[in-house]
């Protein structure tokens, strides 16, 4: 500690001797000068310098010996002790702020399982009524009146159909079963159910079907297809909406074309986002913003890919691209 205190003052130390001997200097070399004095004076100058130094010593380095004496404890402390109090009390809160969260955690999604599993048992009870209404509709002989409730009932089976798929989608890994779909069949079943909509409206349908089988999910593929033709009858008034299959470079393409009042260009690059509706028909009460979405999510595990192209006014063509026989076969080792 010395050796340091000395060495890190050294440049003051060395300035006061130099003095002291310039002091001596000068009064040798000048004769008007006495010489014993002024070593007499240089002398008691060393002395009191000495002891200043001394008493500063014991002052400055009275902390730093403590720090020292301290950092010297702790390891002392750690070496006998592998954990201290301190470190015990942290370790244990820790452990139980954990702990807590775990069964925090554990019990939200216990809360999130049973509300899911009631929700999809009351939509299992709404459907026995809903038929039972169906039923009910088609005895009706006013014909009007006829279309006009069918209309109605299916805007509410549609809507149960995609609150029933959106709380499976969390769980569409173990209820995929991937095989070969008639692609023509399902399309047609889509339509069918939704006729009465259809007929309202004055829509058609164009089918071109050159590639008549996939290799996807029937249940989750007819679902996706289902938001694209909801989608496509909803924005378009009397015209036809063409649906085609072809391949291309070893994929499977279906195009469902529309020639309804189309997408904004600023909009397209959100339209598959939960929640957005549009930003040109932003008052539009119908749309939920959920159809597009859902059918996005459902795509993903399926292989599917989903493009759009549209021009406002004009109409919008929505593309499902399957994937490669292959590329399922490897997942799935069909």
């Known amino acids: 500690m010395i050796k340091k205190y000395l060495i890190e003052r050294l440049g003051w130390i060395i300035l006061f001797l130099f003095l002291q001997l310039f002091i001596i200097l000068v009064s040798y070399f000048d004769p008007t000068i006495p010489l014993d004095p002024i070593v007499y004076i240089v002398f008691l100058s060393l002395i009191i310098f000495?002891?200043?130094?001394?008493?500063?010593?014991?002052?400055?380095?009275?902390?730093?010996?403590?720090?020292?004496?301290?950092?010297?404890?702790?390891?002392?402390?750690?070496?006998?002790?592998?954990?201290?109090?301190?470190?015990?009390?942290?370790?244990?809160?820790?452990?139980?702020?954990?702990?807590?969260?775990?069964?925090?955690?554990?019990?939200?999604?216990?809360?999130?399982?049973?509300?899911?599993?009631?929700?999809?048992?009351?939509?299992?009870?709404?459907?026995?009524?809903?038929?039972?209404?169906?039923l009910m509709i088609d005895r009706l002989e006013n014909e009007t009146m006829k279309a006009h409730l069918i209309y109605e009932w299916l805007r509410i089976h549609l809507l149960l159909d995609q609150q029933l798929h959106q709380k499976r989608i969390p769980f569409i890994e173990n209820d995929l079963y991937i095989e070969n779909t008639d692609l023509k069949a399902l399309i047609i079943k889509e339509?069918?159910?939704?006729?009465?909509?259809?007929?309202?409206?004055?829509?058609?349908?164009?089918?071109?079907?050159?590639?008549?089988?996939?290799?996807?999910?029937?249940?989750?593929?007819?679902?996706?297809?289902?938001?694209?033709?909801?989608?496509?009858?909803?924005?378009?008034?009397?015209s036809d909406i063409i649906i085609k299959s072809y391949q291309k470079k070893e994929q499977t393409i279906l195009e469902v074309e529309d020639f309804g009042r189309g997408i904004d260009l600023k909009d397209l690059p959100r339209i598959f986002d939960k929640g957005f509706t549009s930003t040109a028909k932003h008052q539009d009460n119908a749309a939920t913003g959920m159809g597009l979405y859902l059918a996005k999510k459902v795509a993903k595990p399926l292989l599917i890919n989903i493009d759009v192209h549209s021009k406002l006014g004009i109409g919008t063509t929505f593309t499902l691209i399957f994937p490669k026989r292959n590329q399922f076969l490897n997942i799935t080792g069909m």
């Open 50 to 134: 000495t002891i200043f130094l001394i008493i500063r010593y014991n002052k400055e380095t009275k902390f730093y010996k403590s720090i020292e004496a301290w950092e010297n404890n702790l390891d002392l402390t750690s070496i006998s002790t592998p954990e201290s109090p301190f470190e015990k009390i942290i370790e244990n809160s820790v452990t139980n702020q954990t702990e807590l969260l775990k069964q925090i955690a554990s019990q939200n999604l216990m809360s999130l399982e049973l509300e899911k599993d009631e929700l999809l048992s009351w939509i299992h009870e709404v459907k026995t009524p809903l038929t039972a209404m169906r």
């Open 191 to 238: 339509i069918k159910d939704l006729q009465s909509w259809c007929i309202q409206k004055g829509i058609g349908f164009d089918l071109h079907i050159e590639v008549n089988e996939v290799l996807s999910d029937a249940k989750w593929l007819a679902f996706i297809i289902r938001q694209l033709l909801t989608n496509a009858i909803k924005y378009s008034e009397a």
